[in-house]
Nanobody, 128 residues
Framework: QVQLVESGGGLVQAGGSLRLSCTTS????????MSWFRQAPGKEREFVAA????????YYANSVRGRFTISRDNAENTGYLQMSSLKPEDTAVYYC?????????????????????WGQGTQVTVSS
């Protein structure tokens, strides 16, 4: 069974940066896509970004495009989310997830309920 562990969250001021890491164990880091989701208190889980196995294709939510960068290092079984120009509305628990089945379309990749493997989450808090 694949296990994902996030790290790198913390408290930063608006405009600051954080890099989140997601390390995979229990299986090869070879899913069709690795993604980041976030969930703020009282909000539904929200898609943030996804990256293909090769790292050649990335997809971002409009709310983070241009500020966040997703990447992966398959040799280290680790995915990353570089977060810059952080805003208070970025405050949430961030989760990494792996999509192991071949997606039919990009909508499936952005749908949390279709993911099989999730990390425990890491808190990101951005103050004004």
């Amino acid at each position: 069974q694949v296990q994902l562990v996030e790290s790198g969250g913390g408290l930063v001021q608006a405009g600051g940066s954080l890099r989140l890491s997601c390390t995979t164990s229990g299986g090869t880091f070879s899913g069709y896509a690795m993604s980041w989701f976030r969930q703020a208190p009282g909000k539904e889980r929200e898609f943030v970004a996804a990256i293909s196995w090769s790292g050649g294709n990335s997809y971002y939510a409009n709310s983070v495009r241009g500020r966040f960068t997703i990447s992966r290092d398959n040799a280290e079984n680790t995915g990353y989310l570089q977060m810059s120009s952080l805003k208070p509305e970025d405050t949430a628990v961030y989760y990494c997830a792996e999509f192991t089945r071949m997606p039919n379309n990009i909508v499936e990749v952005t749908t949390a309920s279709l993911y099989d493997y999730w990390g425990q989450g890491t808190q990101v808090t951005v103050s004004s």
